[in-house]
């Protein structure tokens, strides 16, 4: 076994830049694709190279772009929430994000009324979940390391202070948007209607009563799946249960 | 300066004096009354605001059934895009005296002419005032208890109707029937009912209960409403109605006192907490009649009326036009989709706002939803909204009826807009600010792209490594706070590091054993035992002589054979490093165990 280490591992190093090289070049025939106004084929490429296992944001911004040429703006929308998950102050992301939005058919709930809430969401709004966490895990590890400098660094007192200010201060602003950020990224299961529109239905069947319709881009927390449907959750709060295939996960499988 | 400042006060001063004149000439006149449902006796607020004239009175009508018991002023100056607009709010708190509808309106003078607001309705219902479908008073039985007798107490719920259409509102009424005899003080509600397959509201009801006498089984008893509710079935077939629970505090009157039958119940002069519920029920919801149903029908219930208006007859192509449409009249208005429109081709429905409102009065919901429409002309033209329809079924008349507004007229002026090939059908209003502007560009190409990979906070090593760095920092503490402690109590802290930092020595002086320098082993092997002695009695090691060694360990216990060795070693040390007496590698080791038996020794004698 011992013998067997050294091989595989070369043989992951190699086998790196291979897969590498997939997703680039279906990212970059892509791009030409796109240029030359072959929008559905740009698309189709862009879906190969996330396929390959590349999970970038200018992956992302292109295919939502290409999806949104196509008049496919729940998938865009999908897509540059996607890409925003992993550089969420990408302004080119944001942007796209908001114009793509413009062009739902329903109208999202306004944003929260209190200002904190406000306030805390936008910050939440420009950390990924790993930025955040690095910042209160510095901030955690720094308050630690006052404490534990505090006896043997008598001399250096106002130093060691400082450090413990600085670790609490990191601590305090990153600890809540950790908090938010992963729980979002962890616990909640999001998507978005990719659909252009879908009935939502009172039961997991297609003879289920129609309760409400809901459109391209709306956000769903999915709150369980049974066979070909999910039971979901839109943001003004209500329920229902539609197939799966027409909408698209906010998360990779590696999340 | 100060000429410059003051020409520029007088101007803003002008600006503010125009502007004023010119808004004066808009005068606004509103009305608002809440809530628009009450009991007689209670109050309402009545807020009349005049907008663009600061002196104005305005008058309030139709306010028979109420006595005006406090008024207050207050006025207020907005200015917003340079236009300014002057408010004054007169708000009433009025006392509802007479059940009816009351139907409200503030009229205003001005320059010969009288301004009206929208007249407001406000439902003033009777206090313990029947429903509209009064309970059928047969349906109440008395229910007895294990040993036939009448319950003291009891509640039940009392529908309106039994066998209620989709859509159509049901009326729940919870009551509470209680024996005479018996007084009621306080009560409290710890059960809330659950309605399946419902839409519920609550209807209005008094804080307090109205009891009024029934007799029920020959039976004389008091009833009183305590919960009132608006249902909504929302399906054919079974639905089912909850139970409401509520404990109530009672003791028994002067009239009850010495009755025997409730002797074991309210056994108690003072009076008792009592539990009662009542029973869950079922109704079986019909489906409405495909019979005369409108093509255009889809799900409203309820009477209505609709209205409708443009904000403006004259727009220019791409402007956009706000078509506003007002259903409201009584019934579950979430039900009630937007109004079709039959629109020209060349009319674009951009946002689409519905604002539901339901007021729930003492037997009815009322309800209003408004949808705003912004409309948009890809071409210059003259423009027709067709009437717009609202199909209802209407519970009263056991049949479907129509509502209807009058069409509508906007002309479009300008160039004809080119296609958009890539918009969908509907925008939102966000999307008529980015109207002319595009997605940004897509990325350049690239030589490798960022895999996808396990976040930080799937990793378990990480929270172990968070997890247990307080830990560490715990544990290094509590040693620095201990090693802190032990230097502070230098004789404690010496005498514990006496053996530790002798064996130190006595392990150098091992590792010259077998070099050829007998003076530097026999000093190691000297000080480390006296050094050991100097921890241990807290004293400086080179201090000594060897008589006064021996004094001080006589004193400290150490007995005279340890005390003897100690000078025979001392003696041999001191002959081979002063003396230049030759030392071989076997009377070395000899010396090196001596040491060590006699660190033993003196650790062992001096701990003692």
């Excluded at chain 2, 209205?307 to 403006?312: G, I, V």
């Excluded at chain 2, 009322?366 to 948009?376: G, N």
């Amino acid at each position: 076994m011992k013998r067997l280490w050294l091989p595989l591992l070369l043989l992951t190093l190699l086998a790196a830049p291979a897969w590498a090289d997939v997703a680039a070049d279906h990212y970059n025939r892509g791009n030409k694709l796109f240029s030359d106004g072959q929008y559905a084929e740009a698309l189709a490429a862009y879906q190969a190279a996330l396929d390959s296992g590349a999970d970038d944001a200018a992956v992302y911004l292109n295919f939502g772009n290409a999806a949104f040429r196509l008049n496919e703006v729940g998938l865009a929308i999908w897509a540059y929430e996607m890409g925003l998950r992993i550089e969420p102050r990408n302004e080119d992301l944001r942007f796209n994000l908001r114009y793509a939005g413009a062009f739902m058919r329903d109208e999202m709930p306004p944003a929260d009324e209190v200002f904190i809430l406000r306030v805390g969401r936008a910050l939440a709004g420009h950390f990924t979940a790993d930025e955040a966490l690095a910042g209160a895990a510095a901030g955690w590890l720094l308050c630690g390391l006052a404490v534990l400098l505090w006896g043997p660094w008598r001399r250096f007192r106002w130093r060691v202070i400082a450090l413990g200010v600085l670790g609490a201060l990191l601590l305090a602003f990153f600890a809540p948007i950790a908090a938010a950020n992963v729980h979002r990224q962890a616990v909640l299961d999001r998507a978005v209607v990719v659909a252009d529109e879908v009935v939502v239905r009172t039961g997991p069947a297609e003879t289920a009563k129609e309760a409400f319709t809901v459109h391209g881009g709306m956000r769903l927390e999915l709150i369980e799946t049974r066979d070909d449907y999910a039971r979901v959750r839109i943001p003004t709060g209500f329920e229902g249960w539609l197939p799966t295939e027409t909408y698209r996960a906010l998360r990779r499988d590696t999340d | 300066m100060w000429i410059r400042t003051g020409s520029l006060i007088l101007i803003i001063l002008l600006a503010l004096t125009t502007a004023a004149s010119a808004a004066r000439d808009q005068v606004r006149l509103e009305l608002e009354v809440q809530p628009r449902s009450v009991l007689v006796g209670d109050s309402v607020e009545i807020s009349i605001v005049v907008e663009g004239d600061r002196k104005a009175q305005p008058q309030l009508e139709g306010a028979e059934a109420f006595r005006i018991v406090g008024t207050q002023s207050g006025s207020s100056v907005r200015i917003i895009n340079g236009v300014i607009s002057i408010s004054n709010t007169f708000t009433y708190t009025a006392v509802a005296q007479r059940a009816g509808t009351a139907t409200l309106t503030a009229t205003l003078k001005q320059r010969g002419r009288t301004l009206r607001s929208e007249p407001v309705s406000v439902l003033v219902a009777q206090a313990g005032q029947a429903p509209a479908t009064p309970p059928p008073s047969g349906s109440v039985s008395v229910p007895t208890d294990a040993q036939g007798r009448a319950k003291p107490m009891f509640m039940r719920a009392i529908l309106s109707a039994d066998k209620p259409y989709v859509g159509e509102q049901l009326t729940v009424e919870y009551r509470v029937y209680i024996r005479e005899g018996v007084r009621p003080r306080n009560f409290s509600l710890n059960e809330v009912p659950e309605f399946t397959g419902f839409v519920a509201h609550e209807l209005i009801t008094s804080n307090r209960l109205n009891f009024e006498g029934v007799t029920i089984d020959d039976t004389p008893y008091r009833a009183a409403t305590v919960k009132r509710y608006a249902l909504f079935p929302v399906a054919p077939g079974e639905a089912s109605i909850g139970s409401l629970g509520m404990q109530m505090s009672v003791a028994r009157t002067s009239r009850g006192r010495g009755w025997d039958p409730f002797e074991d119940f309210f056994d108690l002069s003072q009076g008792r907490t009592v539990q009662t519920a009542s029973q869950p029920v079922s109704v079986t919801v019909l489906p409405l009649p495909a019979a005369g149903r409108p093509a255009d029908w889809r799900e409203g219930v309820g009477t209505y009326k609709v209205s409708a208006q443009l904000d403006r007859g004259e727009t220019a192509v791409g402007e956009p036009v706000e078509l506003k449409i007002v259903v409201e009249g009584y019934g579950n208005v979430d039900s009630i989709p937007r109004p079709q429109l039959a629109l020209d081709e060349a009319i674009r429905v951009y946002s689409e706002k519905a604002k539901p409102e339901v007021v729930a009065g003492y037997d009815l919901v009322s309800s209003k939803k408004t949808f705003e429409i912004i409309l948009i002309a890809a071409k210059p033209g003259e423009y027709e909204i067709p009437a717009i329809r609202v199909p209802f079924w209407d519970p009263k008349e056991k049949g479907y009826r129509v509502a209807t507004t009058a069409p509508l007229r906007f002309t479009a002026t300008g160039e004809a807009e080119a296609a958009q090939p890539q918009a969908p059908g509907v925008l939102s209003r966000e999307a008529i600010e980015l109207r002319g502007r595009d997605l940004r560009y897509i990325r350049g190409d690239k030589q490798s792209l960022r895999p996808a990979h396990k976040p930080w906070s799937a990793r378990p090593a990480v929270w172990i490594i968070l997890g247990l760095w307080p830990l560490l920092v715990l544990g290094v503490t509590i040693h620095q706070i201990r090693v802190g402690r032990l230097r502070a109590d230098r004789r404690s802290w010496r005498s514990r590091r006496a053996l530790r930092e002798a064996k130190q020595r006595l392990t150098e002086a091992r590792a010259l054993l077998a070099k050829p320098e007998a003076a530097r082993f026999y000093a190691e092997l000297h000080r480390a035992v006296l050094g050991f002695i100097a921890d241990k009695l807290d004293t400086a090691a080179p201090g000594f002589s060897p008589d006064e060694l021996a004094a001080r360990l006589d004193e400290a216990g150490v007995s005279d054979e340890t005390i003897g060795n100690l000078r025979d070693l001392w003696r041999e040390a001191d002959h081979v490093r002063f003396a230049g007496q030759a030392a071989d590698q076997k009377r070395r080791k000899d010396a090196y165990g001596r040491a060590r038996d006699l660190l033993a020794d003196l650790a062992r004698e001096l701990e003692r």
